[in-house]
């Protein structure tokens, strides 16, 4: 009875994704013959069940046919509910959850039925939300063409406690002062994590290529770009791919944040805050974090 429902199960995933017994076996490995196994009552292998939950974003208890349906946990609902959502669509849905949460943080009446605002890039200035009581601070651009939302409950030792030193702010911030070595930053950016050499990069950029490899050797000792050698027969090159951080999309947007003067806010809420955002000065220096192997730390 439990093989039927994998097999159930699997096939109900592969026909939700139009994909073929044989297309579904070639993404897992194995044969269409191992596929119509499964779904004629056969058990596929435990790195099989994995891979074949991971292809289609399903938990291995979704595939045995137990689910969380029936609990009464806003957590298990949420969960339930983004899992069987396609990857497409799951940050939307993910962000009316966030809204939702966000109102009834505000704590102001009469914001349940308030949607994300829309209208053109210039009106953004007005879909600006923020929130800031003693026990943390909030902040949204709810716009439905650019939607963001930051929560952070305050540690016990203040937002301060878990900064870096000023020190290191500084030398992050003399770095990017740099027009040359914010573009770079940039041009690494519109990368995807394959290889480039500093001759496309200055290429792109139109920075001639003695800067562009003054910049990537910092970028390297800070493990935004590892450094990689190519042997073309004739001698080595030096070629660059980028370390992904996701960091630098938020950073972005909050330092345009720090130059915007809102007209209006869309939402607000920071009245209930009577301590300073900040309990104290930053640490001195702190310790590098802890890094995946052969990764530099960033500032």
């Known amino acids: 009875m439990q093989h039927n429902l994998i097999g159930n199960k699997i096939r109900e995933l592969r026909m939700s994704r139009n994909l073929t017994q044989a297309e579904l076996g070639k993404l897992v490995g194995v044969s269409m013959q191992a596929v119509s196994k499964w ?25 045995f046919g ?29 962000c009316n959850y966030f809204w939702a949460i ?18 053109p890039e210039s009106e953004i200035n007005g879909t600006r939300c923020r929130i ?15 939607r963001y939302i930051a929560f952070m409950p305050e540690p016990e030792e203040g937002f301060n406690s878990v900064m870096t030193s000023v020190e290191e702010y500084a030398s992050l911030f003399r770095l990017l002062s740099d027009k040359d070595a914010l573009k770079i ?39 935004w770009v590892t450094e990689e050698l190519a042997d073309m027969g004739d001698g080595s090159v030096t070629l660059y791919r980028p370390f992904y951080k996701e960091s ?22 920071y009245t209930k805050r009577t301590n300073p955002l900040l309990k104290g000065m930053p640490p001195n220096k702190r310790e590098p974090e802890s890094c995946p192997p052969g990764k530099d730390a960033a500032p």
Not at 136 to 145: E, K, M, T, V
């Open 248 to 269: 630098f999309v938020f950073f972005f947007l909050f330092a345009r944040e720090m130059l915007v003067n809102p007209r209006f806010w869309f939402l607000s809420s």
């Open 185 to 223: 930053l940039l041009f690494t950016c519109t990368r995807p994590q394959f290889l480039f050499s500093k001759k496309m990069a200055s290429q792109e950029t139109g920075i001639p290529e003695e800067k562009v490899a003054q910049v990537l050797s910092v970028f390297k000792d800070i493990g």
């Open 66 to 94: 137990r689910t969380i349906e029936n609990s009464n946990k806003l957590e298990d609902i949420l969960y339930s509910s983004l899992m069987k959502t396609a990857d497409n669509c799951k940050f939307d849905l993910a």
């Open 102 to 119: 966000f109102k009834g943080l505000s704590g102001i009446p009469c914001t349940q039925d308030r949607e994300f605002g829309s209208g």
């Open 39 to 63: 779904e004629r009552g056969g058990t596929p292998d435990i790195e099989v069940l994995l891979s074949v939950a991971e292809l289609f974003g399903v938990t291995m208890d979704e595939l």
């Open 132 to 146: 800031s009581s003693n026990a943390g601070i909030a902040y949204a651009l709810a716009s439905l063409n650019a």
